[in-house]
């Protein structure tokens, strides 16, 4: 497990204009529940924070926290969503056909606009080869099942090009970073940390220099009961594309929550991911006039 000093380095490595101190000391401990006497040593270690309104208490980034919360363990959205994952992957793993379904609920980026809302569900989503049927629930609120065929546990033959590739994800740790770092490949060659989409788009780089065809992919990972967006690699086997992971597989198995001797990093990731073929890897799921967030609930 990573020790407290360790941690902090790696939250320095971002840089505090990046940051946004919005979360409250009172957040830290009900919110966050990260313990006072913790807490106070982190404070010790220049965990970055700014004066609150007043100046008469600390305010603290929300990420940082979060990449706190999930190195000591505490009950987190982070940690769920990593055993969740992990509970993915084996159930694609025992079948040979995962059905799901997905609800996806579009927000208003806009509230109080003139007008009704008007959310569409995205073409990519709606016309993916994998989707079976799509129910309107209500406005924001859309239904859909899908079939992802799956084929057990399979192997891929790595050479000594992706070994060299798997040797260099394992070297980055797993870390939240802002959304403007997660394309820098700069910034990981210097910082050696990555969320998921940072790792895969540097396998997706760094393989095509070694030689190996592949291409990114992103989607959701389907995870239940919420679904998360992810970002993965695959590689070209034959006459298909196959979904591998090594960076994740490799998070799941330091966290305890996988077997990294079940899930060495040739497994391909078969029946969890769903692959969406977005203009933009950062499109929404459904879109309001042009633009929404939106939610993932999985069964």
């Not at 055993?83 to 579009?106: D, F």
């Not at 992103?218 to 979904?243: C, Q």
């Not at 991911?273 to 499109?283: T, Y």
Request: glycine residues 6%; proline residues 6%; charged residues 25%.
């Amino acid at each position: 497990m990573v020790d407290m000093t360790t941690l902090m380095d790696r939250i320095h490595r971002i840089p505090d204009s990046l940051r946004n101190f919005t979360e409250s000391t009172e957040r830290v401990r009900r919110f966050y529940r990260i313990p006072d006497e913790v807490f106070d040593k982190f404070l010790e270690l220049g965990l970055p924070h700014r004066p609150g309104p007043g100046g008469e208490a600390f305010l603290f980034d929300s990420m940082d926290l979060r990449n706190i919360v999930l190195i000591l363990g505490v009950p987190s959205p982070q940690k769920t969503a990593l055993k969740a994952m992990s509970r993915a992957l084996i159930e694609g793993s025992h079948a040979q056909k995962i059905q799901r379904t997905v609800n996806v609920q579009g927000k208003c980026p806009d509230p109080g606009h003139d007008g009704s809302c008007e959310f569409e569900l995205a073409a990519a989503v709606r016309n993916n080869h994998q989707v079976t049927a799509v129910r309107e629930r209500a406005p924001h609120h859309f239904e859909i099942d899908l079939v992802l065929a799956a084929v057990g546990v399979e192997y891929l033959d790595f050479s000594a090009a992706h070994q060299k590739l798997v040797d260099e994800l394992y070297r980055i740790a797993y870390h939240h970073i802002p959304f403007s770092l997660q394309t820098d490949l700069e910034f990981l060659a210097e910082a050696q940390i990555a969320d998921c989409r940072l790792a895969a788009h540097f396998a997706e780089h760094r393989a095509r220099e070694l030689g190996i065809e592949v291409r990114g992919s992103s989607g959701l990972a389907l995870s239940r009961p919420f679904s998360n967006r992810h970002f993965w690699t695959e590689l070209k086997h034959g006459d298909k594309w196959v979904p591998i992971d090594p960076f994740y597989l490799k998070v799941l198995s330091r966290w305890g929550v996988l077997d990294e001797t079940d899930w060495p990093p040739n497994r391909a990731l078969l029946g969890a991911l769903w692959r969406l073929e977005f203009d933009h890897p950062d499109d929404a799921l459904v879109t309001h006039r042009g633009g929404c967030d939106s939610s993932y609930i999985t069964r």
